[in-house]
């Protein structure tokens, strides 16, 4: 159980254009969704955490114009990198926390490279 | 605030040798704890946890206790296998249920 997927797991575009990353909860409902992004050989940062019917909350220095995030539903968030740019090249991770609001599960992650 | 610190790496061991990965807290209140397994070029898997104070959590031959004195929650197993390689996160689950990721430590295990 509580098993997170997301799609795609791999993901090349153009500079300029945008890319949307979905974050789906295939086994139950999650109460709250959080984007990480992790450059390499480093650790997690958040962007942000979600919560089904609202806005999300943003971490500080993460431009919410560029990383729009969508939590339309309790099984599927979704992440638009609008406009993106090279530097946005990066492993990103979505992670749901269902009624055990302590734990999340995480997704498989999604590469991301912006040539 | 709370945070994790977390033993830098790369480890590197022999298979079969004893694995200590240190890990310390600090935090408000009473956080959970986890330890993370990322293989490369995957998202992270629980690898196990701890909800309070005195708790080992378990799983494939490695475990953590769960320190309140020291605020620790060190990583360890008896024996590892090649397949062990990857790279492992420390973690904990504060107020707000906002977690917070010690830097990783990555492990390779050599025949």
């Known amino acids: 159980g509580a098993v997170v997927s997301q799609h795609p797991s791999r993901v090349i575009c153009k500079s300029g254009t945008s890319v949307k990353i979905e974050c789906r909860s295939l086994d139950f409902q999650a109460t709250t969704m959080f984007w990480y992004r992790q450059f390499p050989k480093q650790s997690l940062m958040l962007m942000a955490t979600s919560n089904e019917g609202s806005k999300a909350t943003y971490e500080q220095g993460v431009e919410k114009d560029k990383f729009l995030i969508n939590h339309a539903s309790l099984t599927l968030s979704t992440l638009t990198v609008t406009s993106a740019h090279p530097e946005d090249s990066s492993f990103y991770i979505c992670?749901?926390?269902?009624?055990?609001?302590?734990?999340?599960?995480f997704g498989p992650g999604t590469r991301l490279t912006v040539t | 605030g709370d945070s994790v610190t977390q033993m830098e790496g790369p480890v590197t061991l022999s298979e079969e040798a004893f694995l200590t990965i240190n890990c310390t807290y600090t935090a408000t209140g009473y956080p959970s704890l986890f330890w993370y397994v990322q293989y490369p070029g995957e998202g992270l898997q629980l690898l196990l946890k701890?909800?309070?104070?005195?708790d080992k959590g378990s799983n494939k031959g490695f475990e953590a206790t769960y320190r309140k004195e020291t605020t620790s929650f060190h990583l360890e197993k008896g024996s590892v296998q090649v397949s062990d390689s990857a790279v492992y996160f420390c973690a904990l689950s504060g107020a707000g249920n906002q977690f917070y990721f010690g830097t990783g430590t990555s492990l390779t295990v050599i025949p």
């Open positions: 701890a909800t309070k104070a005195d």
């Open positions: 992670s749901a926390t269902g009624s055990n609001r302590y734990e999340q599960y």
